[in-house]
């Protein structure tokens, strides 16, 4: 007897768990094919109930994301049978969501993406859709946006994104400070190095810089790699075609070192917030920041301005590009609806509506004619012209390489900064990792 | 009769059915996934054997890692064991009764707040210009004072100090409790032979709360393997991964790098220790036995 209960609860379980499996297993199917049930009808004729597309973003809080919502609704109300849904995550957990959504085959329609690297991830795994032709087909619409903004988005001669806000990355100063001590905004480094020696000798901290997040310090090797390192070199490195063996890139490092007496005190454990207030608040005399952050420099209470990267003469690099890589959104190579989330890019970049984003949130529109006095004040406008005569676009060391390369060199910078490394042993770490990632590829 | 016996069985089932599918199955997938070159981007799967392993363990990040989470182990066996034994014997010795309310209270606040919240409050107090810097200036030892949680030197404490205030108490109150289910004869008997205060804690509160001590070792320890939030908010595994844990390195590797299978074989070499670890709990209690 009681071995007959025994075997009987011993099946009763089996079957139970194969029923669960079966039906999870069942699930997916039936999914599936009524996917391309779906989508048969769909290339058969229009749906008669509207479709549903969803644009993922990275624009989770404040106006951002109040834009984004408005812009979907009106959109809706204009098009009644398309709807479009917008989800968000913010900044950081962003980047994960969407590897895990597109890893479980549950890719959004449309998704943000920065560019370069990141937006390069997408397009080698497949999951992103190639706009060039929608883009050639209605010139009228593509030639508002800055043709330059487009480069990286460009992978083997074809485009896969849209690029909607542009930035760039420059020192703002606080001229209060800069007139009280008789101070003259540098060109080049050694004028640079003059007035930070004066700072110094003051009570205001010359260089404002949170770094306890490692990128802060890597945004200063990204335009100083691109100032000192020959273009075709670091094109080649970035790509991993190359070993990072040039010693300029030793020589960028250094220029970093020198810039160290001049920051925030123990700016390894000050927090990025921190950074940015010490500036606007007037402690500091000198931060370097996105101009896409130039909403959160507006409270200051003095008058400020902005000034480029100096030029290091007698440099090998390009004195002249602007670090700052255009954001924008991709759309998924499976989504069932191509033409509508097109159309609805191409919603986002009229220049009305573009123009409504400057208005409403101060990013920087890469569509012509979006930045004007109605949508925006003198300080946006000018940043705008700035980022319109650079004479390239180099892109954050954090998306300009693999993710691996980039952690240990983000790492190892924030180690030389914080005195335990030299910059020949943070070059020796990227290169053994270089080596590392091109093995196992 | 016979539905006498197979009701028990029946009630196990959905539990059981639930520990199947949502720990063992992927418990063993997880075992599959780790032997993978797995793509997070492209999604494609390619067999490699062992060199997902095989890399790890030749990582430099694995070494710093492993050796936190040994740290951190150590550190609070000593501390959430061995202190707040000390700590519940002497609330229960108390003479005020009332006062050793107030402190048993003080002591356990800490871990009914969410660590999220107590990751944020500690960077702010950890800060260069925040509280324990000012404490510092304020006792003349500024010399003491840095950016606690930029340095590599001391990041990692930083964040286990945090975890021994937020855990302390909360296995002291489980002592308590052990220490009051103690017959109040025992003592008096100790008492009345001339046994010290000492004696009695030695000889005869921590052999009756034994059991509770092993529990609270279990626990310890597998918190100081699978630490993971309060590092993630505080420091992220920064300044230059001389806070990292197993845990971080296995989530930075799964969704940020997208290297699935190399991740999964981190998350088996967790389970591994954990399981050694457990094993050798159930090996003294044998031997007690």
């Known amino acids: ?441 | 009769m016979l539905k006498k016996k197979i009701a028990p069985y029946l009630y196990i089932i959905p539990g059981l059915l639930i520990l199947l599918i949502f720990v063992y199955y992927p418990i063993f997938r997880n075992i599959e996934y780790s032997f993978l070159k797995w793509d997070l981007f492209s999604g494609t799967k390619k067999f490699v054997k062992f060199t997902n392993y095989l890399s790890l363990f030749r990582s430099d990040e694995f070494g710093v890692a492993f050796k936190n989470n040994i740290l951190y182990i150590i550190i609070s066996f000593i501390f959430q064991v061995g202190i707040s034994v000390i700590f519940a014997s002497i609330l229960e010795n108390m003479k005020y009764k009332k006062l050793s309310t107030l402190f048993r209270t003080t002591f356990f606040l800490p871990s009914l707040i969410s660590l999220t919240i107590i990751g944020l409050l500690f960077t702010f107090i950890y800060k260069t210009d925040g509280l324990l810097n000012s404490i510092l200036e304020v006792m003349h030892l500024g010399d003491f004072t840095k950016g606690w949680l930029g340095d590599e030197k001391t990041a990692i404490f930083s964040i286990i100090a945090v975890s021994q205030w937020k855990s302390t108490g909360y296995t002291m109150m489980l002592f308590i409790v052990a220490i009051q289910k103690i017959p109040t004869e025992i003592n008096e008997a100790a008492k009345i032979d001339g046994a010290t205060r000492l004696k009695t804690f030695l000889h005869i509160t921590i052999p009756l709360i034994k059991d509770m001590i092993k529990i609270s070792t279990i626990i310890t320890i597998s918190g100081g393997l699978l630490v993971f939030n309060e590092i993630f908010i505080m420091t992220n595994g920064g300044p230059y991964g001389s806070s990292e844990v197993l845990s971080t390195i296995m989530y930075k590797n799964a969704f940020v790098h997208g290297n699935i299978g190399y991740a999964s074989a981190i998350a088996n070499v967790i389970l591994l220790l954990s399981f050694v670890f457990s094993a050798l709990q159930f090996i003294t209690k044998e031997s007690d036995n």
């Open chain 1, 1 to 441: 007897m009681k071995k007959i209960l025994k075997g009987f609860s011993v099946i009763v379980t089996i079957m139970l768990v194969m029923g669960l499996l079966g039906a999870c297993g069942k699930k997916t199917d039936t999914s599936q094919t009524s996917d391309t049930s779906e989508s048969n009808t769909d290339t058969k004729d229009v749906a008669s109930e509207p479709i549903e597309i969803e644009m993922f973003t990275r624009f989770a809080d404040g106006a951002s994301k109040d834009f984004f919502d408005k812009v979907a609704a009106d959109y809706t109300s204009k098009n009644p049978n398309v709807k479009v849904v917008v989800t968000s995550a913010d900044n950081e957990n962003y980047k994960q969501e969407i590897n895990v959504r597109l890893a479980s085959n549950d890719a959004p329609d449309i998704y943000f993406a920065w560019s370069a690297v990141y937006a390069k991830n997408f397009v080698d795994g497949g999951r992103a859709l190639d706009l060039t032709s929608y883009i050639n087909d209605d010139k009228e619409w593509s030639d508002k946006i800055m043709t330059s903004q487009f480069g990286p988005y460009t992978f083997n001669n074809n485009i896969y994104g849209i690029p909607i806000i542009m930035d760039g990355k420059t020192f703002y100063y606080n001229k209060d400070i800069f007139n009280e001590l008789g101070l003259e905004v540098p060109e080049n480094w050694d004028e640079f190095m003059t007035v930070l020696d004066t700072l110094s000798k003051t009570d205001y901290i010359p260089i404002s810089l949170g770094n306890i997040d490692d990128w802060a310090t890597g945004h200063y090797i990204t335009t100083l790699n691109q100032r000192v390192v020959p273009a075709d070199v670091l094109q080649k490195d970035y790509n991993l075609d190359g070993d990072f063996s040039d010693a300029a890139y030793v020589e960028a490092l250094e220029y970093l070192n020198q810039l160290v007496p001049y920051f925030t005190p123990e700016f390894n454990s000050v927090s990025y917030d921190t950074g940015i207030n010490d500036f606007i608040t007037g402690k500091a005399a000198i931060y370097y920041e996105q101009f896409n952050q130039v909403q959160y420099i507006e409270p200051a209470e003095f008058e400020w301005s902005w000034f480029d990267f100096p030029d290091i003469e007698g440099a090998k690099g390009d004195q002249n590009a602007l670090t700052g890589a255009p954001q924008g959104f991709m759309v998924s190579a499976e989504t069932k609806y191509p033409e509508e989330c097109v159309a609805f890019l191409k919603y986002l970049t009229t220049p009305e509506v573009a123009g409504q984003m400057v208005k409403d949130t101060m990013m920087i529109s890469t569509v012509d004619g979006a930045i004007n006095e109605t949508t925006a004040n003198e300080n946006l406008i000018k940043i705008a012209d700035t980022i319109k005569q650079a004479s390239s676009i180099n892109v954050w060391l954090d998306n300009s390489t693999d993710s691996e390369v980039v952690s240990i060199y983000l790492s190892g910078i924030q180690a030389m900064v914080g005195g335990s490394k030299t910059p020949q042993e943070v070059m020796a770490d990227v290169q053994k990792m270089v080596q590392t990632v091109k093995n196992s590829k």
